[in-house]
């Protein structure tokens, strides 16, 4: 359907993103007069109304014939309310998607949660709002941008666990060069670079990243990062730079996440305590008095050397 006015647009979009909920009179003129309203706001706003109820009726007319339920514009005591189904709004389904994409890609059902974000990725199609002037249009599009990235980085998270790193070198790089200071995003790109054997490329991209955040924050990155930098600076396999842990991936064997098996020795049986452990025992159930004095601990054990058998990180 078609709705040239950008007022009128603006009016259904308000709606549509507050789906099946009421939005009252005073918050939509707000949104479309840039929080400066006319005195003759409310009067127009209902002539913007009137003209979106007839292109509902007119759409909902071409979808019934397809068997597609109506898509309604009700009022009632100065509110205003879309009712239709999550899924016959792109923005609405796109939402939904990504949070089943992520639900199941957290599940271990890799391949349906690509599926889920390839429809949802699907439904992206240019800017949003595309068109529409004015305050609240523009701070919407950054909200809907936030959230589309966040939901790519979700599905990027999945595919590099998935081992596809030379193929979103391409899609990461211009994201990173568009937000230098996002950091979930570098170190993605630097994992897709290190996973594709171009170390020294994702030491120069922490580089670059670092000295952009000092530059304007006065601050060194987040742990994460640096803990990724240090990983690669200590030439760590691939699959140590990626959260292996959770529930069972498809295709692997139930009751193992991924992550390595501990390697430390089994704990040792703690004897020749008896005494102190009755006292303790004592004083907590009452016995009154000061708890007895704390025994000198045992010196902790040597750490394995780097390079011994068995050593991993200290696993």
Same mark, same amino acid.
């Given at each position: 359907?078609?709705?040239?006015?950008?007022?009128?647009?603006?009016?259904?979009?308000?709606?549509?993103?507050?789906?099946?909920?009421?939005?009252?009179?005073?918050?939509?003129?707000?949104?479309?007069?840039?929080?400066?309203?006319?005195?003759?706001?409310?009067?127009?706003?209902?002539?913007?109304?009137?003209?979106?109820?007839?292109?509902?009726?007119?759409?909902?007319?071409?979808?019934? #014939?397809?068997? +597609?339920?109506? =898509? %309604? @514009?009700?009022? *009632?005591? $100065?509110?205003?309310?879309?009712?239709?189904?999550?899924?016959?709004?792109?923005?609405?389904?796109?939402?939904?998607?990504?949070?089943?994409?992520?639900?199941?890609?957290?599940?271990?059902?890799?391949?349906?949660?690509?599926?889920?974000?390839?429809?949802?990725?699907?439904?992206?199609?240019?800017?949003?709002?595309?068109?529409?002037?004015?305050?609240?249009?523009?701070?919407?599009?950054?909200?809907?941008?936030?959230?589309?990235? #966040?939901?790519? +980085?979700?599905? =990027? %998270? @999945?595919?590099? *666990?998935? $081992?596809?790193?030379?193929?979103?070198?391409?899609?990461?790089?211009?994201?990173?060069?568009?937000?230098?200071?996002?950091?979930?995003?570098?170190?993605?790109?630097?994992?897709?670079?290190?996973?594709?054997?171009?170390?020294?490329?994702?030491?120069?991209?922490?580089?670059?990243?670092?000295?952009?955040?000092?530059?304007?924050?006065?601050?060194?990155?987040?742990?994460?990062?640096?803990?990724?930098?240090?990983?690669?600076?200590?030439?760590?396999?691939?699959?140590?730079?990626?959260?292996?842990?959770?529930?069972?991936?498809?295709?692997?064997?139930?009751?193992?996440?991924?992550?390595?098996?501990?390697?430390?020795?089994?704990?040792?049986?703690?004897?020749?305590?008896?005494?102190?452990?009755?006292?303790?025992?004592?004083?907590?159930?009452?016995?009154?008095?000061?708890?007895?004095?704390?025994?000198?601990?045992?010196?902790?054990?040597?750490?394995?050397?780097?390079?011994?058998?068995?050593?991993?990180?200290?696993?």
């Amino acid at each position: 359907m078609t709705i040239s006015s950008h007022k009128a647009r603006a009016l259904l979009a308000c709606l549509a993103l507050d789906l099946n909920r009421p939005v009252s009179a005073a918050v939509l003129a707000e949104r479309l007069w840039d929080d400066q309203p006319p005195p003759s706001a409310a009067g127009t706003l209902q002539s913007y109304v009137s003209k979106l109820r007839t292109v509902l009726r007119e759409a909902n007319a071409r979808a019934a #014939a397809a068997g +597609a339920p109506p =898509v %309604e @514009l009700a009022s *009632r005591r $100065g509110t205003y309310q879309l009712n239709a189904r999550p899924d016959q709004v792109d923005w609405q389904l796109y939402l939904r998607l990504g949070k089943e994409a992520r639900h199941l890609a957290e599940t271990g059902a890799d391949r349906q949660a690509l599926e889920a974000f390839a429809r949802a990725q699907d439904l992206w199609q240019g800017e949003p709002l595309a068109g529409l002037p004015g305050v609240w249009p523009q701070l919407t599009r950054t909200t809907m941008y936030d959230q589309w990235l #966040a939901t790519t +980085a979700a599905r =990027v %998270e @999945l595919e590099l *666990r998935l $081992g596809r790193f030379a193929d979103l070198v391409p899609e990461l790089a211009p994201l990173v060069e568009q937000r230098p200071q996002d950091e979930r995003l570098a170190g993605q790109l630097m994992t897709a670079l290190y996973g594709s054997g171009r170390q020294a490329e994702a030491l120069a991209l922490f580089r670059d990243t670092s000295r952009r955040i000092r530059a304007d924050h006065g601050t060194e990155p987040a742990e994460p990062l640096r803990r990724l930098h240090e990983r690669m600076l200590r030439g760590a396999p691939v699959s140590a730079l990626l959260g292996r842990s959770g529930p069972p991936r498809e295709g692997q064997p139930a009751g193992r996440t991924g992550r390595a098996p501990s390697k430390l020795p089994p704990a040792p049986v703690l004897e020749g305590r008896g005494a102190e452990l009755r006292s303790l025992v004592e004083w907590g159930g009452g016995g009154g008095g000061p708890p007895p004095p704390r025994a000198p601990a045992a010196p902790p054990p040597p750490p394995a050397p780097r390079g011994a058998p068995g050593w991993a990180g200290g696993r």
